[in-house]
């Protein structure tokens, strides 16, 4: 017999669906941006939604199915990254908000990158948030917020990435405990 047997190389397929998922949410983005830009903003808000949801999911359903591993990990980190980043610059691109707002997460995605993989990582404890206000953030400029709203965030944008910054860099300060639990 050549291969694993059956029910290894179930298991192994069964693994990879939360990051299917999650290559599904990154395949959805360039469709959100053409929805967008075609002036479907109805469906592009819909399929920005799922593509919320499904970041939900994929996590819950990763557990669900013993299926988390580092690299689903860090592969839904990088599709968040990916997604806020292009929908950020496609918003300031069309003058939603200005041209600086999607820096501080390009800022906070160099230092989440920068990151050695082999490091440990460190809990965070607004970084942790910090997607879930960015996701929220993408959603209100997509729906169409009106001038004082997009102000207001392109504010709220850049201090919460200055606060998860240096959050990260107290993280990235402490050291280990030595002592013996």
């Not at 291969?3 to 179930?10: F, I, K, L, N, Q």
């Not at 806020?84 to 600086?100: C, E, K, T």
Request: with cysteine.
């Amino acid at each position: 017999m050549i291969g694993p047997p059956p029910a290894v190389g179930a298991k192994r397929a069964h693994r990879a669906i939360p990051s299917l998922v999650t290559a599904l949410r990154l395949v959805a983005i360039p469709a959100i941006a053409a929805l967008w830009l075609r002036e479907m903003r109805p469906a592009a808000i819909g399929l920005y939604g799922l593509v919320v949801l499904s970041d939900v999911f994929d996590g819950w359903l990763a557990r669900r199915l013993d299926a988390v591993t580092r690299f689903g990990g860090f592969f839904d980190a990088i599709t968040d990254i990916v997604a806020i980043l292009s929908l950020l610059a496609l918003l300031a691109w069309n003058g939603v908000v200005p041209a600086w707002v999607p820096i501080a997460p390009a800022a906070v995605a160099g230092i989440f990158l920068a990151t050695p993989s082999q490091a440990a990582p460190r809990y965070d404890p607004i970084g942790k948030y910090y997607g879930s206000i960015l996701y929220v953030v993408v959603g209100v400029l997509l729906w169409g917020a009106g001038p004082g709203i997009r102000t207001a965030l392109g504010v709220v944008v850049p201090v919460a990435s200055a606060v998860v910054l240096v959050s990260r860099w107290i993280a990235g300060c402490r050291r280990p405990s030595t002592r013996a639990l």
